[in-house]
């Protein structure tokens, strides 16, 4: 027996991706206090298996900016992780990394850019290490793309990418406290059914 | 007038003065059928090229052959004609450069939608294809025009 589908994932499972969203979470908090040079709070991370739609929904609806940062997942783990961040997290991290106030996404610069890469790259790391230590597994991480366009046709992307294997995507709301305000950053971990069972089984569970 | 909405893998048929618009289109693509006798229009939002790469999958609205297939399928019910029809197509962008040349499936759907039209014999007047951006597109089923909308290079009409 193995996991056939995303829709077949039981409690069991969701709480081991749970936790994996728990401690990645722990560490992108610690990573971004050290890259920002302050610290961070961060809301306890909201870990659910939604659908793609949904997901766009709750991103502000098919129409609204949003920034997506995508890493693919090499190694012991294929798939593909995704982080969207709302346009203020956007100007926030430029802000304080690059000392540079922008109110739009069209005074962004390649600077703001990769900025924003490392911060993905910052992100994706922290999920990985988590899922590694877990798991033992050994994951690489490709070079993150980067896009800010409307949140449907960001989300596309995986959609399409993991179209035949299921409409669902593991969705963790990791939001950051930056004085009175939310920061909205969600990350999407969307491992292969095959990647998938390898976490279950290297924990230890009959899948 | 109706606005008709369709979301991915959806498809959808509308008499004038109605228009069909779909939300966002990243690498999908739309594929819009007219008939300007009837001025019926119909659109599909397919997400993948073909229908083959999974035959588990039963959603046919998904993919560019089975998707345009039943689009022609629908409108010939409301007593279009495949001889009349003229296609419009948009979307198959490259969100992410990330992503390898072989793994474009932005330019594998144009392509596949392409195949799939010439094989049914229906004409490709306009089309607004690949480039990295997102496209929100809306039928008229007056006229026949797809009006193009996008977050950072403006609108247009095709």
Known sequence: MSIGSYEQINDVHLDVLREIGNIGAGNATTALSMMLGKRIEMAPPIVRLTSIPEITNALGGPENMVVGILCNLTGDIEGMMMFVLEQAFAHQIISQLLMREISNYDEMDDMDFSALREIGNIMAGSFSTAISALTNLNIGLDVPGISIDMAGAIMSVPAVAFGTIGDYALYIEEDIMEGEQYLKSRLLLIPTLESLNKIMRSLGLEV | ?158
């Open chain 2, 1 to 158: 007038m109706n606005k008709i909405t369709i979301g991915i893998s959806d498809l959808s048929v509308g008499a004038a003065p109605d228009s069909i618009i779909t939300y966002a289109l990243g690498s999908c693509i739309a594929i819009c059928l007219y008939d300007p006798i009837l001025k019926l229009a119909g659109m599909a939002h397919i997400m993948l090229p073909s229908s083959r790469e999974c035959p588990a999958d039963s959603n046919i609205r998904k993919f560019a052959d089975t998707g345009a297939a039943e689009l022609v399928r629908l409108m010939e019910i409301k007593g279009a004609r495949r001889i009349r029809m003229k296609a419009k197509i948009a979307g198959g962008a490259q969100m992410f450069k990330v992503v390898s040349e072989s793994a474009n499936i932005g330019k594998r759907n144009t392509q596949a939608t392409k195949d799939i039209l010439r094989s049914m014999m229906i004409p490709i007047v306009a089309e607004d294809t690949g480039d990295d951006f997102g496209r929100t597109v809306e039928f008229f089923s007056n006229n026949g025009i797809l009006q193009v909308r996008t977050a950072k290079m403006g609108n247009w009409e095709i």
